[in-house]
């Protein structure tokens, strides 16, 4: 069936480092790909998604590229802030269903 | 502001007792989805409903687990009775689906359920 793999964490930066966050996926045609982030004590806010190969998506200086050929859907911010700390979650919609698959998240620790 | 609330935000309850969670999803919404978070298994999809009917509850424990929507504001999840092992934050999730489109799936803020 499909699934999301995204990187163990957590992933600790200092204020202004680079990020990758690391997601591949498992589905069959072409899925539907989104990143979440869930802040200590809320729900899930979707961050940014892609709905076709080689799409971009972006919002608040994260970035990731919907890759086909790698099967990939990686989380790339040029300088973190500490108000980025929180868990990213990679997930799918597969091309003919609703719901989402999610990764298992990753716990990003951003200090000043 | 438009926000998918769910009560009660925490829950502490015993074995064998049984639990209701609620969810209001935004108005205009008729999708609502449940999923169950935890430190082993990650984001699990437990059920979800469009306009109302059950389309998918193939990832909900059917002996102890049921999940319904009286009407369009409110949609709860029942577990008869708890187990240690249903230990959990519970989200439901509301949006606008059908016809082939998606759109985003609005989170509440969860139910934390700790189960003695």
């Known amino acids: 069936g499909d699934s999301v793999t995204q990187m163990e964490g957590p992933v600790t930066l200092s204020e202004e480092a680079f990020l990758t966050i690391n997601c591949t996926y498992t589905?069959?045609?072409?899925?539907?790909l989104f990143w979440y982030v869930q802040y200590p004590g809320e729900g899930l806010q979707l961050l940014l998604k892609a709905t076709k190969a080689d799409d971009k998506g972006s919002n608040k200086g994260f970035e990731a590229t919907y890759r086909k050929e790698t099967t990939s859907f990686h989380l790339e911010k040029g300088s973190v802030q500490v108000s980025d700390s929180a868990v990213y979650f990679c997930?799918?919609?597969?091309?003919?269903?609703?719901?989402?698959?999610f990764g298992k998240g990753t716990t990003l620790s951003v200090s000043s | 502001d438009a926000r998918v609330t769910q009560t009660p935000r925490d829950k502490v309850t015993e074995m064998g007792q049984e639990v209701t969670m609620r969810c209001q999803p935004i108005l205009g919404h008729n999708t609502v989805f449940w999923y169950r978070q935890t430190m082993m298994q990650g984001l699990e999809l437990l059920a979800y409903f469009r306009n109302r009917a059950p389309l998918d509850d193939s990832g909900m424990p059917k002996d102890r687990f049921s999940a319904e929507m009286p009407d369009a504001t409110l949609a709860t999840l029942k577990i008869q009775p708890s187990e240690p092992r249903d230990s959990a934050v519970y989200f439901c999730a509301s949006g606008l689906g059908g016809g082939g489109n998606y759109n985003e799936q609005f989170f509440g803020p969860g139910t934390r359920l700790t189960v003695l």
């Open positions: 589905a069959t045609g072409y899925p539907s």
């Open positions: 997930a799918l919609r597969s091309q003919a269903g609703t719901a989402l698959i």
